[in-house]
Structure formats: structure tokens, C-alpha cells
């Protein structure tokens, strides 16, 4: 018997986001290291 | 409407970032009393002489009291006017005790300037029409270099001083 073929439902697959995710965390992990790293010159100065 | 996991970890990210700037800036505005350091005080520049703190006998660094000092500048292109020294030589180098505190007060009589000593936190524009001021604490002893950090025309690079933070 042939296995019934479902039709791609948007709401039943979610897309992989994983590597997204991390990316955009890398990004704002640099922007955040480099306002306190800017803020810490601030300081000491 | 539906919103994937990360997508929602992401969005609270950044709205959390964004209200946590919010603060920042209101808590450093309000509480701190932050400004820009042309902060409203006008002066006509035509006339900065009439203004007491301009006139060119109060020109340069003056001791006000134990560790404070005020340093009124009349930035002009090309040149910063610390005052005169005893022989009647323009003032190019001045000198600081360490941990004293600066009351920095700008002006020009022509197009803007800048007011930086590399390396510390005294950083201004200097505006035609505004006293710029602010108050600097000098903790590391040092030469540093005064300069003007606005383009201002072809003798730009020709505006500097030495600042000598001294033990």
C-alpha cells in the first residue's frame, strides 16, 4: 500500500530556525560586548 | 498569528533592549543630569569678549581653588587662545595636577570647532552662539594632546595644544 502523500500544512512544520537564531545571537552578543566595552573606556577615562 | 519560538526570544531580545536604552537614557538625563554641553548658555560672537570668563586676561587655566581649576578657551580658525604667558607668549602647553577637577568653558567667534584631549572623556563642540562647557576630572598623569575633532577649514590640523597631567 502506497503511504499517504500529506499536503505541506504551514501550521503542522515548522521551519528550522536553529541556525537563525544563533546567528542573530552572535550578532547581538557583539553589540552588547561593545557598548560595555565602549562604556568601560568611559569610566576608566 | 503565529510566531516561531525563536522568533519570539528574539523579539523580547530586542524589545527588552530597547526599553532597557530607554532607561538608560532617562535615569542619565533626569537623575544624572546629562546634556549637551552647549547646554542653552548663549553668547553673541561678535562680542565674546564681552562676557566676563572671554575677556583675554581670563583666558587659560586658572586655579579657583585646591584641585579645581577652570580653563576657558576661545577656539577660533586656526588656533585654541589659552591666554598669554608672562613674557606675552600665546599659552600652547598647559599643565595640570593629577585628580584635579577642570571646569572646561568654550566658545568662537566663527564657524564650529572641536574641543577634545585625546585620551579623556573632555569632548565638546564648540558652536558659534554657545558657551560649551563641562567638567572633566584628570586622574591619569599624562601628555595629552588638546585638538579639534570638527573640520573647520584648511588649517584644521594646525589647531592643537599639550595638556600635562602632572603627579
Redesign the interface.
Known amino acids: 500500500m502506497m503511504k499517504k502523500k500529506t499536503l505541506p500544512n ?2 503542522s512544520q ?2 528550522n ?2 541556525g ?2 544563533i546567528s ?1 545571537s552572535i550578532v ?1 552578543f557583539i553589540i ?1 560586548a561593545s557598548w560595555f566595552a565602549v562604556f568601560g573606556l ?1 569610566l576608566s ?1 | 498569528m503565529h510566531l516561531h519560538k525563536y522568533e519570539k526570544w528574539w523579539l523580547i531580545f530586542g524589545v527588552g533592549t530597547l526599553i532597557t536604552f530607554l532607561l538608560i537614557l532617562g535615569y542619565g538625563a533626569f537623575y544624572l543630569g546629562t546634556h549637551p554641553q552647549s547646554h542653552g548658555i548663549t553668547i553673541d560672537p561678535q562680542e565674546i569678549e564681552a562676557e566676563e570668563s572671554f575677556k583675554p586676561e581670563n583666558l587659560g587655566l586658572t586655579k579657583v581653588d585646591e584641585g579645581q581649576y577652570v580653563l576657558n578657551v576661545v577656539a577660533s580658525a586656526f588656533n585654541y587662545d589659552l591666554g598669554t604667558d608672562e613674557e606675552g607668549k600665546p599659552v600652547k602647553h598647559i599643565q595640570i595636577p593629577k585628580g584635579s577637577t577642570v571646569l572646561v568653558q568654550a566658545v568662537t567667534p566663527d564657524v564650529i570647532h572641536g574641543f577634545n584631549i585625546a585620551g579623556t572623556n573632555a569632548n565638546m563642540m564648540v558652536e558659534p552662539g554657545f558657551i560649551s562647557s563641562m567638567e572633566v576630572t584628570l586622574n591619569k598623569a599624562g601628555e595629552y594632546t588638546l585638538l579639534c575633532n570638527e573640520y573647520c577649514g584648511s588649517g584644521h590640523h594646525m589647531m592643537f595644544a599639550t595638556v600635562e597631567v602632572t603627579e
Open positions: 504551514s501550521s515548522e521551519p530556525l536553529k537563525t537564531i542573530v547581538g552588547v568611559f577615562r
